[in-house]
C-alpha cells in the first residue's frame, strides 16, 4: 500500500484552475518534495491531501483512506505543518501538546511520555510551560511540529518547513526530519528552496501552473537536464568589465556572476578552458580557481519551469508585502 | 456509534476548555463581561418606574444574548487570522464537533456572565423570583441558542468584522421586537408575527415567567423549546458554512 496515491486530483477556484488533474504516488517510508514556484499548486496540493481544502475533481488516499470520504481517519494518520498553522500563542508549548493529544484520543501517560520525548529531541523541554507567544518564529516552528508529532503518526506533511526560519533554526529542523524518516516515517515536504529538497528528498516532483511537469529523483532530474554545462572561474575578485568580456568567447553561451567567480555556460567545456587561459594570458589575468561543475537540481528546475531560485525568493517577497499591507 | 458520539463529546469538550482558557475566562474578557450587563441594566432601568424584580428578566435577556454571542463571534475569525484554526482543522476531529465545542465554551461564558449579576441583584435587592430553576434553565437555553447565533455567523468569517456586522444587524433590530421594551400585543401584526420567530422574543418570554410569573408555564416550554431547537439549527448551519469554507479554501 503507498502512503500517498493521488489520481487526477483537480482544483479550481473559481474559473482558475489552480491544480490541474495531477497523479502520483508516494511510497511508504519515502521523503517527497513537491517543488515550484509561488502560486503553482504546491500548498493547494498539500491542503486537499490534509483534508484543509475540498478538492473539485480527482481522488486522493492517504494509507489507503480516501481524503474526501473518511477525512477525520486520514487526520488520524498524519501530522500536518503548515506555513498558515500555528500553535496556540497564548497556551504554553505544554499545553499545546496536551489539547492536540487529547483530540487524537491519546491516554494521558502515554501523551506526557510523547511529548517529553519530542520537547527534549528538539530542544525546547526545559521551556515547556512558557506560553508560546514569547518564541521566536524558529521556537514557534519546533513546537508546530511538536504538535503535529504528538501522536507518533506514520505520514507528516510539510509545507514550506523553513520559509523565513534563521540558517541554524532551519539546518535543526532538516536534521530533524532526516532522522524521523530514518526512523520509518513517510515525509511530504513541499519548498521552494530547491537545496533542501536536493538533499533531504528520495523523489521530487515538479509543478507548474498546476501540472506536474517532472517527476524522479534529484539524480535523475539532474542528470536528464540537457543544458547547464558550465565552468566557473575566479580571477581573485569580480569585476564586471571582465564577465562582459568573456561573455564574448566563441564557445560561451551566457554568463553569471556568483560571488567573486563568473559562472559560464557552454556545450563544450574543453574549448572554454583553452579559451580561458588565452584570454588571461592576453589580459595579463591570474586564473585563482577552475572547476567544472555538474548540473544542479535548480538547473533542472529551472529548465522545467522557467524560474530560478532566486525568481521564487522574489515572488515570495513580493507575497509577504502584499499579505503585511 | 455510543461510542463514536461519547468519542466526539470529549473531543468537543477539550474544544470547549481550550476556547475557554484562550477567549473567555481572561481577566479583560470576564471584566468586560461583568460590566456590559451593569450598562445595560442600568440603560434598561433608569427612568423607568421599574422595581428591580421587574427590571431583572430585561437584564438577563439582554446578557444571556450579547454575552452568549459577542465572543464566540469572534473565536473562529481570530483563529483564522493567528493561523490556529487551521491547527485545529488538521486534527482528527469533525467539523460539527469543532462548532459544537466552540458553542459550549460560548455558552458557558454567556450562561455565567448572566447568572453572577443576577443572583447578585436578586441577593441585594430582597426581590422575590417566582421559580430559580426555571430561571437558570432560561437562561442556559438563551445562551445556548445565542451561542450558536455567533457560530452560524462566524463560520466563515476571515477577519473579526466580517462575522461582528452581520450579527449587529441582526440582534440589534431584534431588541425592539422580542418584547423588552414594547409588549409584542401593541406591534403591528405583521411585527408580531416576525416577532415570534425571533429566539430573543422567547428569552424574555421565558424569563418573564420564571421571574415574574407572567404567562404560563405551557409558554416556557414552548419558549425553551424553540430556543433549543435554534441552538440546533444554528449549529447544523455552522458546520454547514465551515463545509463551505473548506470549498474556497
Redesign the interface.
Known amino acids: 500500500m503507498d502512503a500517498i496515491n493521488i489520481d487526477k486530483l483537480t482544483k479550481y ?1 473559481g474559473d482558475l484552475l489552480a491544480v490541474d488533474h495531477i497523479s502520483f504516488e508516494v511510497r511508504q517510508g519515502e521523503f517527497f518534495g513537491l517543488l515550484g514556484p509561488n502560486g503553482a499548486g504546491k500548498t ?1 496540493t498539500i ?1 486537499m491531501l ?5 478538492p473539485t475533481s480527482g481522488t486522493a488516499h492517504i494509507m489507503g483512506i480516501d481524503v474526501v470520504k473518511n477525512p ?2 486520514v ?2 494518520q ?3 505543518i ?1 506555513e ?8 504554553s508549548v505544554w ?1 499545546n501538546l496536551m ?2 493529544g ?4 491519546m491516554p494521558k501517560g502515554r501523551r506526557e511520555e510523547q511529548a517529553e520525548n519530542l520537547l527534549k529531541l528538539l530542544g525546547i523541554y526545559e521551556r515547556r510551560d512558557e506560553k508560546v507567544e514569547n518564541f521566536s518564529k524558529g521556537l514557534r516552528k519546533r513546537v ?1 511540529i511538536a ?2 508529532l504528538v501522536h507518533d503518526p506514520p505520514l507528516l506533511f510539510l509545507d514550506e518547513p523553513s520559509a523565513g526560519l534563521d540558517v541554524q533554526s532551519a539546518r535543526m529542523i532538516r536534521e530533524f526530519l532526516r532522522k524521523l524518516n530514518e526512523r520509518g516515517t513517510t515525509i511530504f515536504l513541499t519548498t521552494h528552496y530547491i537545496e533542501e529538497a536536493d538533499v533531504l528528498c528520495d523523489r521530487v516532483g515538479i509543478i507548474e501552473s498546476g501540472k506536474l511537469v517532472a517527476l524522479d529523483s534529484p539524480e535523475n532530474l539532474k542528470a536528464a537536464n540537457k543544458q547547464a554545462k558550465i565552468v566557473e572561474v575566479s580571477f581573485g575578485s569580480y569585476m564586471r568589465k571582465i564577465e562582459d568580456e568573456l561573455a564574448q568567447l566563441p564557445a560561451v553561451d551566457m554568463t553569471k556572476k556568483r560571488g567573486d567567480k563568473i559562472q559560464l555556460y557552454t556545450s563544450d567545456p574543453s574549448q572554454i578552458v583553452q579559451e580561458l587561459s588565452k584570454f588571461a594570458e592576453e589580459k595579463n589575468l591570474k586564473i585563482v580557481s577552475i572547476n567544472t561543475l555538474t548540473p544542479t537540481l535548480e538547473d533542472a528546475f529551472v529548465e522545467l519551469t522557467g524560474f530560478s531560485s532566486l525568481d521564487m525568493e522574489r515572488m515570495e517577497q513580493i507575497g509577504r508585502l502584499k499579505k503585511w499591507r | 456509534m455510543g461510542r463514536n458520539i461519547t468519542d466526539n463529546l470529549r473531543k468537543a469538550a477539550r474544544i470547549a476548555w481550550k476556547d475557554s482558557k484562550i477567549y473567555y475566562f481572561s481577566a479583560p474578557t470576564v471584566m468586560m463581561g461583568l460590566f456590559l450587563p451593569v450598562l445595560m441594566f442600568l440603560t434598561f432601568w433608569i427612568g423607568r418606574e421599574l422595581s428591580v424584580c421587574e427590571a431583572l428578566p430585561g437584564l438577563a435577556a439582554l446578557t444571556a444574548f450579547f454575552s452568549g454571542s459577542s465572543i464566540g463571534v469572534t473565536a473562529i475569525a481570530l483563529e483564522r487570522t493567528k493561523g490556529t484554526f487551521d491547527t485545529q482543522l488538521a486534527m482528527p476531529v469533525s467539523l460539527l464537533t469543532i462548532a459544537f465545542g466552540k458553542a459550549i465554551a460560548s455558552f458557558l461564558y454567556g450562561f455565567t456572565i448572566t447568572t453572577i449579576p443576577v443572583v447578585v441583584l436578586v441577593f441585594l435587592s430582597q426581590s422575590r423570583i417566582v421559580s430559580p430553576v426555571l430561571l437558570l434553565i432560561g437562561i442556559a437555553f438563551s445562551a445556548l441558542a445565542s451561542a450558536g447565533l455567533g457560530m452560524a455567523l462566524s463560520a466563515t468569517a476571515r477577519h473579526v468584522h466580517e462575522a461582528m456586522t452581520p450579527l449587529n444587524v441582526i440582534r440589534i433590530p431584534m431588541m425592539f421586537i422580542s418584547g423588552l421594551f414594547t409588549p409584542i400585543t401593541s406591534l403591528p401584526s405583521f411585527l408580531q408575527g416576525i416577532a415570534y420567530l425571533m429566539p430573543l422574543t422567547h428569552t424574555v418570554s421565558s424569563l418573564q415567567y420564571a421571574i415574574l410569573g407572567q404567562w404560563s408555564m405551557e409558554t416556557f416550554l414552548v419558549n425553551i423549546g424553540v430556543l433549543a431547537l435554534y441552538a440546533v439549527l444554528f449549529l447544523m448551519i455552522a458546520a454547514k458554512r465551515l463545509e463551505k469554507s473548506l470549498e474556497k479554501g
Do not use: C, Q, W
Open positions: 477556484y493547494t491542503r490534509t483534508g484543509l481544502l475540498k477525520v481517519d487526520k488520524r498524519i501530522g500536518v503548515s498558515t498553522a500555528n500553535p496556540y500563542l497564548e497556551m499545553d489539547f492536540a487529547s483530540i487524537h484520543g508546530t504538535i503535529a
